[in-house]
């Protein structure tokens, strides 16, 4: 019995030139979005060493970059499991919020911290439990449904501190988000390796082509004999802790956390990781690496813009830009280079 392919078919390319245009060839040297970010990355500090000079890149602006990136990342990482499974987590920046909040009130309340952060991650991975048990239970839209957690946790969040926040200093906790390692945030080193085993589990494991497979065909993959289901669950609770971690990190780095702490960080933490390669519309697509990648570069950009005392505002018109041309980047390669 003959049957026919089922696959989805790739996407046009932007040009169609049999012989291959000169845009293709030349895109086609850096060998996927990973390459083409690096080499963004690495015009991004040239710019910085001839507009700002060699203090770019000194010891304490290498500090300041990496200790502000340290935290996106992580949550970023975390998140991009759910994203690679064809699900985009909205909540992540409230849940940062919330899970910053619960763990500075309650240590500031006298609870020990280490309890009260195993509450404050468990309370994540039930947030990530609840937005896929109505994604996948119910057949709710995702965008819907993580739009509407992002706005519950925010209202949490108001009615939790309706006043000036406790102040929370924990030694061990502080020093991991303010401490540094051959001159290299301590925190960002974390985050790097935690990029690094994300990377693994992505290219390297079952599990991640598990998670790909369901993204980028939840249907061919339900017939291979995976659990549609719970790869989802599982990658929303990911997504859950990833933010509630980060929550707890930037109680440790600030010393509190104020009601609208996370606001708009998910825009922050999705833009980076489109510029670094991954899709908003298609699962399966993305690497953690050119997550971290994207983040740097948004990074390295803030960083020339305050040190030239330039308007913030502008940040978000480059930050566009980018975020453009690596979408028009993606179709001229023919749509397929992620994969």
């Known amino acids: 019995m003959t049957t026919t392919s089922t696959a989805p078919a790739r996407p046009a390319p932007l040009f169609d030139d049999p012989q291959q245009s000169t845009a293709r060839r030349i895109l086609g040297t850096f060998k996927g979005p990973v390459g083409s970010i690096s080499a963004a990355l690495v015009v991004t500090l040239l710019i910085g060493l001839i507009w700002v000079g060699p203090a770019y890149l000194s010891p304490s602006n290498v500090q300041i970059v990496g200790v502000s990136v340290a935290i996106p990342l992580i949550v970023g990482v975390m998140a991009s499991f759910a994203l690679l499974a064809g699900v985009v987590d909205l909540s992540i920046g409230s849940m940062v919020g919330f899970g910053a909040v619960i763990f500075n009130q309650l240590v500031a309340a006298g609870l020990d ?48 501190v309706v006043s000036a926040p406790p102040s929370t ?68 609770m990911v997504s859950g802790i990833g933010a509630a971690i980060g929550g707890i990190l930037y109680v440790g780095q600030l010393g509190s956390a104020s009601n609208v702490l996370g606001t708009g960080l998910e825009f922050q933490i999705y833009a980076a990781l489109m510029i670094g390669g991954y899709s908003i519309t298609r699962g399966g697509v993305g690497n953690p690496l050119g997550g971290l990648l994207g983040l740097l570069v948004v990074a390295g950009i803030t960083n020339i813009l305050n040190v030239q005392f330039f308007d913030p505002d502008y940040l978000d018109l480059i930050v566009a830009i980018i975020l453009l041309a690596a979408v028009l980047v993606d179709r001229i390669r023919g749509g397929d280079s992620f994969e």
Do not use: H
């Open 169 to 236: 200093l924990i030694d061990p906790l502080y020093t991991v988000t303010q401490g540094a390692i051959l001159g290299f945030p301590t925190l960002l080193l974390i985050g790097i390796g935690v990029t690094l085993i994300a990377a693994g589990i992505v290219s390297k494991t079952r599990v991640g082509r598990k998670v790909q497979a369901v993204g980028g065909d939840d249907r061919a993959a339900a017939r291979a004999g995976i659990s549609v289901t719970k790869v989802r669950v599982i990658a929303l």
């Open 113 to 160: 911290p280490w309890l009260v952060a195993l509450i404050t991650v468990v309370v994540g991975a039930v947030v990530g439990l609840t937005n896929a048990l109505v994604i996948v239970k119910f057949g709710a839209e995702p965008l819907a449904v993580t739009l509407g957690m992002l706005t519950l946790l925010r209202g949490l969040c108001q009615v939790i």
